[in-house]
């Protein structure tokens, strides 16, 4: 059975740096693709990065490049969100997605597993 776990939101002033995990169970992280998304109050869900196993490729939302880095370690099967230089609008509910195929990796259709969501809140 396939579970995705996210943990490691919180409370953070602007300009902070955070890091979300996310653990998973039921497959092994290098054989999925494992996307980061968002969904602020009243927005629709937003693809943040995604990291291809199969490949070893990520990537990442044009407007988040340079401060999001997605990471895996595979030997805890735990996916990774580090996030720096966090602004306002960053905050919003986290969610991490696996898939075993996906193109960009950026769109929420592409996934067929979601965690929970973990909430950031950016703030002073």
């Known amino acids: 059975q396939v579970q995705l776990v996210e943990s490691g939101g919180g409370l953070v002033q602007p300009g902070g740096s955070l890091r979300v995990s996310c653990a998973a169970s039921?497959?092994?992280?290098?054989?999925?693709?494992i996307g980061w998304f968002r969904q602020a109050p009243g927005k629709e869900r937003e693809g943040v990065s995604c990291?291809?196993?199969?490949?070893?490729?990520?990537n990442y939302a044009d407007s988040l490049k340079g401060r999001f880095t997605i990471s895996t370690d595979n030997a805890k099967n735990i996916a990774y969100l580090q996030m720096r230089n966090l602004k306002p609008e960053d905050t919003a509910v986290y969610y991490c997605?696996?898939?075993?195929?996906?193109?960009?990796?950026?769109?929420?259709?592409?996934?067929?597993?979601w965690g929970q969501g973990t909430q950031v809140t950016v703030s002073s």
């Open positions: 039921g497959f092994t992280l290098d054989d999925y693709a």
């Open positions: 997605a696996a898939a075993k195929w996906v193109v960009t990796g950026l769109e929420a259709n592409e996934y067929d597993y």
């Open positions: 990291f291809i196993g199969t490949e070893g490729v990520a």
